[in-house]
Structure formats: structure tokens, C-alpha cells
């Protein structure tokens, strides 16, 4: 699986417009919405299933990332909002440091491995510190979508 399979380039924010944790899944839950992987009567219903993950526990693994998730039975293809944020958002992490780096994926609820293989690749990426400056230093749609397309070529050659 490759991120650019499952990153809408619509989904894409290269600067956020949230300045709180709520509001940034709102925010990627809208953008996810607009490119057609999500309807938007589902809008309240994912974001407040995304904000009931975040109360259990913070998905901002620490060094200006987080990836917070949610299974859907409506949600029919895995697909993931990238947001970006320059002055950073307190996301509750688990290194008590701002999140710059956002990335909100929906899954199908029928189809566990799915999402786990997506959320593997994910974090494959988010753990590498290249990976991580090269995308906080991104500040265009096409910025990202270089990186993301590098990132799965670098993959496929390790």
C-alpha cells in the first residue's frame, strides 16, 4: 500500500485554518467530505467519533505529528486528509508539543487489516525525521503530493 493511494489530493491543507484540536478534525473531516470519500451527513457523526478516539487517548505521537483515525460501516474506501499547520496546534500529545503535521484517515469498519496496513504505512513515513521536516516544510498541494509520491518510490526501493 502506498500513501498516495490513500491520501486524496483534495484532502490536502497546506495551512490550516484550526487553531484547536476540534476544530482540525472538523476541518480535515470537511476536506475529506469535499473530495468525496466521506457524505456530508456523516460530517457530525465522524467527527465526533474521531474526538471520542482523541478523549481515550491523543493520537499526536509526539514530534509535530498525530493521525487520528476512525471506522465507519458508511466509509467504503480508506482514504486520508493531510493537514499542515506553520504556527502548530496543542493536540493533547503524548510529548506535550504542538502538532504541524495532520493526518486523518477513515476506514471501513468491515475491513480491520485495511486499516492497519494503512496506518502502518503512515507511521513507516511519520517516523522517519526527513519525511517529517520535508512535510512541515511543505506549503503547497503539489509540495505534498511530491513528497508523498518520493516517499512510496524510496519504499518500494528498501
Request: aromatic letters at 4%; glycine letters at 6%; charged letters at 30%.
Amino acid at each position: 500500500m502506498k500513501l498516495i493511494e490513500i491520501v486524496h489530493e483534495k484532502a490536502i491543507v497546506p495551512e490550516l485554518e484550526a487553531a484547536g484540536r476540534e476544530e482540525l478534525v472538523a476541518e480535515l473531516v470537511d476536506a475529506l467530505i469535499a473530495a468525496g470519500s466521506a457524505t456530508k451527513k456523516l460530517r457530525e457523526e465522524l467527527i465526533s467519533r474521531v474526538m471520542e478516539r482523541e478523549n481515550r487517548g491523543s493520537t499526536g505521537f509526539g514530534r509535530g505529528v498525530a493521525v487520528p483515525h476512525v471506522k465507519h460501516p458508511s466509509v467504503k474506501k480508506i482514504s486520508a486528509a493531510i493537514g499542515l499547520s506553520s504556527r502548530g496546534i496543542d493536540f493533547n500529545s503524548l510529548d506535550k508539543q504542538p502538532v504541524y503535521s495532520v493526518f486523518l484517515l477513515l476506514s471501513p469498519e468491515d475491513n480491520p487489516e485495511e486499516h492497519l496496513k494503512a496506518m502502518e504505512v503512515v507511521f513507516s513515513h511519520l517516523s522517519k525525521d526527513t519525511f517529517r521536516r520535508f512535510l512541515r516544510q511543505a506549503s503547497t498541494v503539489k509540495d505534498v503530493v511530491t513528497l508523498l509520491e518520493d516517499a512510496d518510490a524510496q519504499q518500494l526501493a528498501t
